[in-house]
């Protein structure tokens, strides 16, 4: 079984830390992806990562950075912590079998609350 | 830009009666992926069921089983014999094929709706 393990379930930082959320898989999957969901909005793409060293902005990356400088790991960072970015965090992996037949499942970690004060 | 709309903020059901769960997309796409995901309470988010969308069949997976109508944009998710660890949130999510696309193209993004809780009530 895929196994994706994110750093810390809960985490409580204050206005101005920087953050670090890490995410690890087990797969060997090309692809990782960084969500936030917050109740009403769904999963919204922060940013995501086809390769090491290589990452595309998602819908909602302004506040957030990532690091991926090993396969297996896929890291968020909050360069400046703030209150609106209180949230669940979830990391996703994939692989891509081919791209012309592609249809990966997203296997996800256990997400990681985090609460900005 | 392609978008998913669950309707049903909350649904509730009887232990052991059928549930269905709507949601609606939007797209210009003809070939795509549609996917329902579950998410238990405090619990990782896991795959539930997978519709490719030039296929007619229905998909089914035990008592899951789904309702794709490509004209319509309707991707429903029913329910058979609810049980109590069928409560969860429940989310719609859209992918466009990759089939003549780079990878570098947007349209690898899950589109997510924002979610169904159902309650199963004992």
Known sequence: DVKVTQSSRYLVKRTGEKVFLECVQDMDHENMFWYRQDPGLGLRLIYFSYDVKMKEKGDIPEGYSVSREKKERFSLILESASTNQTSMYLCASGATHNIAQSTDTQYFGPGTRLTVL | ?122
């Not at chain 2, 789904?66 to 058979?80: E, G, T, Y």
């Open chain 2, 1 to 122: 830009a392609q978008t998913v709309t669950q309707s049903q903020p909350e649904m509730s059901v009887q232990e052991a009666e059928t549930v269905t769960l709507s949601c609606t997309y939007d797209t210009s796409e003809s070939d795509y992926y549609l996917f329902w995901y579950k998410q238990p309470p405090s619990r990782q988010m896991i795959l539930v069921i997978r519709q490719e969308a030039y296929k007619q069949q229905n998909a089914t997976e035990n008592r899951f089983s789904v309702n794709f109508q490509k004209a319509a944009k309707s991707f429903s998710l029913k329910i058979s014999d609810s049980q109590l660890g069928d409560a969860a949130m429940y989310f719609c999510a859209y992918r466009s094929s990759v089939r003549a696309l780079v990878w570098l193209n947007s349209n690898y993004q899950l589109i997510w709706g924002a979610g169904t809780k159902l309650i199963i009530k004992p």
